[in-house]
C-alpha cells in the first residue's frame, strides 16, 4: 500500500507519501500546498488541483487518506475546505486510489494512542514512528504524515 | 458564449448547455446525472465527475454558471453539495471554463424578474425564453437552464 494523506484547506493542504517498508512507515515525499489569497477561492481550488494531480502522477498512490471535516470552523470555511476535499476525493479515485476517511480523534489514538492529544504529541510520536521525516516539515505536513499513519495501521499491513 | 449551466448536488445533478444564437437563448444539451443511493459519498462524486467530464468534452463549454450553496438544508447535505460543486468546479476550470456563480434570487430575477416567483413561474419563463426545450425537462434541468440563461444574461452578450 501507497498512502498520499491529505489534511484539506483551501488556504494550506498538507500532502504526505507514505509506504511501509521492512517493518516501519517511510515518508517518501511531503509538503505543503499553499495558495495566493489574493485569488478567489475558484481560483485557489484550480491550483490546488493542479498541483496534486502532479504529486499524484509522480508517486502513484493506490490509496487516500483523508480527514473529514468538522463546524468547528465558521461555515464560509466549512464550505471552502469541503469544496476542496470534493475534488481531492475525485482526482485520487480518477487515479486509482481507494479512499478512506478518518476524524481528528482516530488519528490522535492511532499516531499516540491518546484521543485528546496536543499537536505537540502528535508531531513526537509522527518522527519516532516515521523514517526519513525532514526536520523542515510544517504543521501540515505533520497532519498529512498523522493521517497517512493512522491508515497504514488499520490497511496498511493486511495486505 | 457557450455556457455550462449546472445545478449542484450529489443526488442529483442537473446539467444544461446553452448558447445566444440569433437573439435567442438555444438548448443545446440537458440532462439530469442520478447517482445510486447505495453507493457511498465518494463513490457517487466519482460518477458525477466521470459523467460531467464527458459532457464538457462532448459539448466543449467555455463558460461554468453554477448555483451558490446556501445551509438551508442540514450540514451533512450541505458538505455533500460543497464537495460536488468543487470538482465540478475544478473540473470546469481544467476544460478551459470561465466560472461564474449565481445566487437563488439573482437567478429568479434574472429569469422571472421577481425574486421571489415560485417553480411553476421559473419553469414557464424558462420554456418561453429558451429555443429547444424538451418536454421531458425535469425539474433539475429546468433549474440549470435557468442558471444558464442568468448567465447569458449578465455576460453572454458583451461577449
Known amino acids: 500500500m501507497r498512502v498520499i494523506g491529505i489534511d484539506p484547506g483551501y488556504d494550506r493542504l498538507g500532502v504526505a507519501i507514505l509506504e511501509f517498508e521492512n517493518g516501519k ?34 508517486y502513484q498512490p493506490d490509496t487516500l487518506a483523508i480527514e ?22 475525485y482526482l485520487a479515485q480518477q487515479n486509482n486510489c481507494q479512499v478512506y476517511e478518518f476524524g481528528p480523534q482516530e488519528i490522535k489514538i492511532a499516531v499516540t494512542g491518546y484521543g485528546k492529544s496536543d499537536k505537540s504529541a ?6 519516532r514512528l516515521v ?6 516539515a510544517l504543521d501540515d505536513e505533520y497532519d498529512a504524515i498523522a493521517v497517512s499513519i493512522t491508515c497504514l495501521a488499520q490497511y496498511g499491513r493486511s495486505r
Do not use: H, W, Y
Open 122 to 127: 502528535v508531531i513526537d510520536m509522527v518522527k
Open 131 to 136: 523514517i526519513n521525516v525532514p526536520e523542515t
Open 25 to 58: 512507515e517511510s515518508l517518501l515525499f511531503s509538503t505543503c500546498i499553499e495558495t495566493d489569497k489574493k485569488l478567489n477561492l475558484n481560483e485557489r481550488l484550480f491550483t490546488i488541483g493542479n498541483q496534486l494531480t502532479k504529486i499524484i502522477k509522480e
Open 68 to 89: 473529514t471535516i468538522f463546524f468547528n470552523q465558521n461555515q464560509k470555511t466549512a464550505i471552502g475546505v469541503a469544496e476542496a476535499r470534493g475534488l481531492i476525493i
